[in-house]
């Protein structure tokens, strides 16, 4: 069945760095966009950065832009969220989804940005 696996999530400080992953199986991973979703307690999720079957073609949220890096590696099944200049508001559960038949999510790994 099809499964994500999201890791890398933590602590960091304002302005901090951390790299998420997201590791896929169940499916043909290199036939799929992946997304990369955010939510914080009380909120809708939010679509934070979108990677083209391929990785050549990209889009990220408003909030995001400059600052997130997202990219494949459809060798290792593989989708990373390079995450960079941490703010506060950064803070949520990421979450990994694949754009395949209803969808699907990782359970999800938590990112916390404060002093």
């Known amino acids: 069945q099809v499964q994500l696996v999201e890791s890398g999530g933590g602590l960091v400080q304002p302005g901090g760095s951390l790299r998420l992953s997201c590791v896929a199986s169940?499916?043909?991973?290199?036939?799929?966009?992946m997304s990369w979703y955010r939510q914080n307690p009380g909120k809708e999720r939010e679509l934070v950065a979108t990677i083209s079957i391929g990785g050549g073609s990209t889009d990220y949220a408003d909030s995001v832009k400059g600052r997130f890096t997202i990219s494949r590696d459809n060798a290792k099944n593989t989708v990373y969220l390079q995450m960079n200049s941490l703010k506060p508001e950064d803070t949520a559960v990421y979450y990994c989804?694949?754009?395949?038949?209803?969808?699907?999510w990782g359970q999800g790994t938590q990112v916390t940005v404060s002093s």
């Open positions: 989804y694949v754009v395949r038949g209803a969808g699907y």
């Open positions: 169940g499916f043909i991973f290199r036939n799929y966009r």
